[in-house]
């Protein structure tokens, strides 16, 4: 090799070794971060194994909005069913509730009462709150009806007849009269918002 071919290959020696650098940084700073965020999860377990509920949402406020969201998101995938509602709860207050509706799902069809927030989103100070998740709950139960297994349909039929009061209450459950009902509220829930 003469002297001009290794002046010509040293530049790209040099920038591969630059971008190799530079992706092993990359990856090492992305795996640290995902370490931090599993280690906040585990701060947050041990605080909710203590069962001091107060603590447990000190923890979560003294943490940045992006850490807070990517603990939530952590924990609605968690096995234990209180770390998986705090991420529940944590993602609908922080304006993320299509990603806190798949676990809201698993929770009613695995016969949790999910009252409580419910009762939280009614009396929230966004009002329509809790319509907007019976709609995006139901919707994402019937996407998924037909591959349920009866006890997983009689639930989802529960939930849809049942919820949002006597007024509203569907009379026969179908798919078809289900969709059209929640159309229904839907229109209304926008004609209140104007």
């Known amino acids: 090799m003469n002297n001009s071919s290794i002046v010509n290959v040293l530049p790209r020696m040099f920038v591969n070794v630059i971008l190799l650098g530079f992706f092993l940084l990359l990856q090492t700073t992305t795996d640290c971060e995902a370490a931090s965020e599993h280690v906040k999860l585990t701060e947050l377990r041990r605080i909710v194994s203590n069962r001091d509920i107060d603590n447990v949402y000190d923890y979560l406020e003294e943490l940045s909005l992006e850490s807070r969201i990517e603990v939530a998101r952590l924990a609605v995938a968690d096995s234990d ?55 995006k709950i139901s919707r994402y139960l019937l996407a998924r009806y037909e591959s349920f297994d009866a006890g997983q349909k009689k639930k989802t039929k529960r939930f849809i007849v049942n919820s949002l009061g006597r007024g509203n209450r569907l009379e026969s459950f179908s798919v078809e009269a289900a969709e059209q009902r929640l159309s229904q509220i839907e229109a209304r829930l926008i004609q209140s918002e104007q």
């Open 81 to 135: 069913k209180y770390i998986k509602l705090i991420g529940i709860k944590v993602l609908v207050e922080s304006g993320f509730p299509d990603e806190a509706v798949p676990a809201l799902a698993d929770r009613l069809l695995e016969g949790d009462n999910l009252a409580a927030l419910g009762y939280a989103w009614t009396h929230s100070d966004d009002h329509q709150l809790a319509v907007r998740m019976y709609l």
